[in-house]
């Protein structure tokens, strides 16, 4: 079953532009490396461009463990951490296809 993850990052203003280069590089790293990440889209509106969304899709819980365990994630994790005024998790676990 399809694990979902969403995460809306709402960032300190001046540090936008900081942010996305980091958010894009690991979304594009979790496709490339790990076989179980299956869609990793980053959005925002450009109404509220200090507030990001992420829709993750793995294929299962343990799938995204490895990326959570990842060398590239826990850089990123590091890097941005000061630039995150607040941050929501919620993840899905798929019930029916």
């Known amino acids: 079953m399809t694990y ?3 995460v809306t990052f709402s960032l300190h203003p001046d ?12 979304a594009q790293t ?4 790990e076989e179980g990440c299956l869609q990793f889209d980053v ?7 200090a507030e990001v969304f992420l829709y993750e899709l793995y294929a299962d819980r343990a799938a995204f463990d ?4 990842s060398t590239h994630f826990k850089n990123f994790d590091a890097a941005v951490g000061p ?8 993840t899905f ?3 029916a296809q």
């Open 4 to 6: 979902a993850v969403c």
């Open 30 to 33: 979790s496709l490339a490396q």
């Open 15 to 26: 540090r936008v532009e900081d942010f996305m280069p980091l958010m894009i590089a690991n």
């Open 43 to 49: 959005l925002t509106e450009p109404d509220r461009p």
């Open 66 to 69: 490895v990326h959570l365990g």
């Open 83 to 90: 630039m995150i005024a607040a941050k929501n998790i919620k």
């Open 93 to 95: 676990t798929q019930v």
